[in-house]
T-cell receptor, first 116, second 112 residues
Framework: EAGVAQSPRYKIIEKRQSVAFWCNPISGHATLYWYQQILGQGPKLLIQFQNNGVVDDSQLPKDRFSAERLKGVDSTLKIQPAKLEDSAVYLC??????????????FGPGTRLTVL | GNSVTQMEGPVTLSEEAFLTINCTYTATGYPSLFWYVQYPGEGLQLLLKATKADDKGSNKGFEATYRKETTSFHLEKGSVQVSDSAVYFCALRRTGRRALTFGSGTRLQVQP
């Protein structure tokens, strides 16, 4: 079974530029998450999708961050314009619904963003 | 709100030593609890989980018991190996929710 795919793996941009990250979840997984992991901290949820609908985006800085999941499969996360404090690893995870609320989240390798 | 507190690292041990990484949580209701591990250069992987009080999760020689009375989920291993060197994250999932709340992580370094 293929895992969660993310691209790019690394990205360096200047502040005020825009950037987009892509995620392909495990086939058949209905739930998709984007987490932000700042160096030295644990991952923090940005947004959660169930199929192609948003379930929770309460911690997404909506003035600069946006995300979509078209057709309930792939997802993109965009930052525009980027700030220095956006430097972090952006993790995508997916999960199935079959196991109820105890089901496992599978994480991708992450995209490391550096904002100069 | 919900939060997870882990002991700060790095934790440095010799091979075959006993490991304990402390984790306590704050949450309403009855959350599920998890330990995730991140090996160097790899993504987060689920290590073990427990979904109700007094449950014990175990995997690869690691164990953790869900203690509701002390709101804790400490990770233990009787004899660590160099290959266990990684960052360990404690996490909770609120009742009725799917997203995880993570602790800040504890780096474990095992020396031969």
């Amino acid at each position: 079974e293929a895992g969660v795919a993310q691209s790019p793996r690394y990205k360096i941009i200047e502040k005020r530029q825009s950037v987009a990250f892509w995620c392909n979840p495990i086939s058949g997984h209905a739930t998709l998450y984007w987490y932000q992991q700042i160096l030295g901290q644990g991952p923090k949820l940005l947004i959660q999708f169930q199929n192609n609908g948003v379930v929770d985006d309460s911690q997404l800085p909506k003035d600069r961050f946006s995300a979509e999941r078209l057709k309930g499969v792939d997802s993109t996360l965009k930052i525009q314009p980027a700030k220095l404090e956006d430097s972090a690893v952006y993790l995508c995870a997916s999960g199935s619904q079959s196991g109820g609320y105890g089901d496992t989240q599978y994480f991708g390798p992450g995209t490391r963003l550096t904002v100069l | 709100g919900n939060s997870v507190t882990q002991m700060e690292g790095p934790v440095t041990l010799s091979e075959e030593a006993f490991l304990t990484i402390n984790c306590t949580y704050t949450a309403t209701g009855y959350p599920s609890l998890f330990w995730y591990v991140q090996y160097p250069g790899e993504g987060l992987q689920l290590l073990l989980k427990a979904t109700k009080a007094d449950d014990k999760g175990s995997n690869k020689g690691f164990e953790a018991t869900y203690r509701k009375e002390t709101t804790s989920f400490h990770l233990e291993k009787g004899s660590v190996q160099v290959s266990d060197s990684a960052v360990y994250f404690c996490a909770l999932r609120r009742t009725g929710r799917r997203a995880l709340t993570f602790g800040s992580g504890t780096r474990l370094q095992v020396q031969p």
